[in-house]
């Protein structure tokens, strides 16, 4: 083995935490390094989850003509014998343009990618073990960031030997769409695919120890959603978890699942969507006299240092909320940390979950039952997909946005949205909060038609006339935000 080399950056994982944390630090000049495991750069965003689950979703949206349903005269189905890898074949050509991006990225960065696997020798030294039989490597630096992500949880209740029997990473590599799906776990995931087999002719069921749909979100919203998942065929088993799964030997026959009340529940396959854990283990954490918390995260403070200072941990690996988008913001200002500069200083304080089912759904800030909570009176405001043009176009008759205000100032608080575009539509009232906007900011602000977000002008209408009465009683201006 020969002598460590140094760089002043290691980064171990190339999903989105890992990958901004290491272009980050290459932006303040720094020296870095990519250990990566798989063969592979972009994690599970890239590879695995992310990216191929929402791919699936589009295919599956465009080919069951579900967003063609008020177009007359168009006819769009699927043909059963159709198989996932079929309907994939656009996410292969996403996935490796993807790959693509992120390792032209990181070249441009100087930043070379070791493919390997990690662990700590001592506190500042790193051993790679390659794939091939390459010897041994190793690597030494003054600061270490851990972004090794998270693999789907295995419940051992669970034979996932069994080719009908699949964790959330495994679910796109079906060979064929199976007639029916039940999906353990009513969380994100297990939502999503549920939408998007429902989508594709399947007939699913949820299986969950809740009575709520995703209770983080606003419980109008939940509703709401929950109402449109019934629609496209899904069927909830509220209050249940599986407490026996019977695989057959015969391929022909279903899987049987006992529920906790008794009740036994037939499917073509089963998608066992119960959380993700991060495999910290294979680090080898005590060389670095590293702590770790409840199934393997790791703890860490505002700037993503563990209890070893100059090791820091980003990503699915420290927990909540462990998407994507937060994951790559946690990169970035701990690499800033990590290099002594206070540019990227702290987390945003707004983070706008999107959740992809069908139909979307997103927030960002208070919910009716936070505000409710913190005694904060509030108004709401409310626009239809149903009376706003572009929502006519498209067909959504359902979906919605819907605003809360906090009355005194009329300050936005909370931004809630279901429907087509969503997890774009969000965004908007994210950078009205964020500049600290009240409704004043949007009844002065013109938006293109037709478009949804026009909707955010109807819903700011609609919440100052319920916290004034009439447009005669308004304040000029309302309070909260000064005129251009």
């Given at each position: 083995m020969?002598e460590?080399?140094q760089y002043?950056a290691i980064?171990?994982?190339a999903?989105?935490a ?6 980050t630090a290459a ?7 990519v250990?990566?495991k798989?063969a ?7 590879n695995t989850g ?7 979703r589009e295919?599956?949206?465009a ?6 349903r008020?177009l ?11 198989t996932?890898a079929?309907?994939?074949?656009h ?13 032209g990225?990181?070249d441009?960065?100087?930043?070379p990618v070791v493919?390997g696997s ?5 506190p500042h030294?790193?051993?790679v073990?390659?794939?091939t039989k390459?010897p041994?490597?190793l690597?030494t630096a003054?600061r270490i960031i ?5 693999t789907p949880s295995?419940p051992?209740?669970?034979p996932?030997?069994h ?8 679910v796109?590599e079906?060979?064929e ?9 009513a ?6 695919y549920?939408c998007?087999?429902?989508t594709l002719g399947?007939q699913v069921?949820?299986i969950?120890?809740r ?6 979100l ?12 019934t629609d496209l ?5 509220w209050?249940e978890?599986?407490t026996h ?8 026959v279903?899987l049987?699942?006992t529920m906790?009340?008794g009740a036994?529940l ?9 959380g ?6 294979e680090l080898?954490?005590d060389a670095a006299g ?12 505002e700037?993503f240092?563990?209890?070893?200072p100059?090791?820091?941990a ?5 927990g909540?909320?462990?998407?994507a988008?937060?994951s790559?913001?946690q990169?970035?200002i701990?690499a800033s940390?990590?290099?002594g500069?206070?540019?990227l200083?702290r987390?945003?304080?707004l983070?706008p979950p999107?959740i992809?089912t069908i139909p979307e759904a997103?927030?960002v800030?208070?919910t009716?039952?936070s505000l ?5 009176p509030?108004v709401?405001?409310?626009?239809d997909y149903?009376?706003?043009a572009?929502?006519?176009?498209i067909g959504?008759?359902k979906?919605f946005l ?8 009329m300050k936005?608080?909370?931004?809630h949205?279901?429907?087509e ?5 969000v965004?908007?009232?994210l950078m009205v909060?964020?500049a ?6 949007l009844l002065h602000?013109c ?12 819903a ?7 916290r004034y009465g009439s447009?005669?009683a308004v304040?000029?201006p ?6 251009d």
């Open positions: 020969t460590p080399k002043d980064v171990i994982g999903g989105p890992g990958v901004n944390a290491a272009l932006m303040f000049g720094k020296k870095v390094v250990v990566e798989s592979a750069v972009g994690g599970a965003g890239a992310t990216l191929p689950s929402k791919t699936l295919t599956a949206l080919l069951s003509g579900l967003r063609s008020r007359y005269g168009v006819d769009l189905s699927i043909r059963r014998e159709a996932v079929d309907l994939m074949s996410e292969r050509v996403v996935k490796s343009s993807e790959q693509t991006q992120i390792l990225r990181l441009r960065s100087a930043v493919h990690a662990e700590f020798v001592d030294t790193i051993r073990t390659h794939p390459q041994d490597q690597l003054d851990l972004a090794i992500g998270s295995r051992a209740l669970f996932f030997e080719p009908r029997v699949l964790d959330s990473d495994e796109v079906l060979h769409i199976p007639k029916s799906l039940a999906v353990i776990g969380g994100v995931i297990g939502s999503e549920a998007t087999f429902a399947c069921h949820v969950d120890g009575d709520t749909l995703l209770p983080f606003d419980l109008q919203i939940s509703h709401a959603l929950a109402e449109a998942m065929g899904i069927t909830f088993h209050k978890t599986v799964c019977e695989v057959p030997a015969d391929d022909e279903n049987r699942l906790s009340s036994v037939e499917a073509d396959a089963v998608l066992v969507a119960a993700r854990e991060s495999k910290t283990a080898n954490p590293l702590l770790l918390g409840k199934r393997g995260l790791i703890p860490v403070n700037h240092q563990t209890n070893v100059h090791v820091y980003v990503g699915d690996v420290i909540f909320p462990a998407l988008s937060t790559a913001e990169g970035r701990a940390h990590a290099c500069s206070a540019v200083s987390m945003p304080l983070l999107g992809y997103a927030m800030g208070e009716e039952g409710k909570s913190q005694g904060i509030y709401v405001g409310r626009g149903a009376e706003n572009r929502g006519k176009i959504d008759s979906g819907k605003l809360l205000f906090r009355a005194e100032d936005l608080v909370g931004v949205v279901i429907g575009q969503a997890t774009e539509m965004h908007i009232g909060m964020r600290g906007g009240a409704a004043d900011l602000t938006f293109n038609y037709p478009t949804l977000g026009w909707m955010y002008k109807w700011a209408f609609d919440a100052v006339i319920a447009l005669d304040p000029v309302v309070p909260g935000v000064a005129k």
